[in-house]
């Protein structure tokens, strides 16, 4: 059975940077998607970004492209996302999750699910 779990969050100002990693457990990272998404309260979960299987098919939302970087690490079986020049709109829950499927920003193609990590970005 795939087990997530989220790390890394936590208080930065705006334009700072954090990575936050998801380790797995059960299932090799490389045999799977990994998508990472972010929630607020009141609005619905969004896609951050994808990596599939093959590392070679990844995805970002517009609102992070260009600041965000999704990355593989399989010696430690887990999933990074660096994540630079935040802004206060990047405060949210991060969760990533585990599909068989391909890289996609839907979160109905994902079975598994971290607990989720907080970042808050703020002056």
């Known amino acids: 059975q795939l087990q997530l779990v989220e790390s890394g969050g936590g208080l930065v100002r705006p334009g700072g940077s954090l990575r936050l990693s998801c380790a797995a457990s059960g299932v090799p990272v490389a045999a799977l998607t990994i998508g990472w998404f972010r929630q607020v309260p009141g609005k619905e979960r969004e896609g951050v970004s994808c990596?599939?299987?093959?590392?070679?098919?990844?995805d970002y939302a517009d609102s992070v492209l260009g600041r965000f970087t999704i990355s593989r690490d399989d010696t430690q079986n887990a999933v990074n996302l660096r994540m630079n020049s935040l802004l206060p709109e990047d405060t949210a829950v991060y969760y990533c999750a585990g599909s068989s499927g391909g890289c996609l920003l839907d979160t109905s193609k994902y079975s598994f699910w971290g607990q989720g990590t907080q970042v808050n970005v703020s002056s």
């Open positions: 990596l599939d299987w093959s590392g070679r098919n990844i």
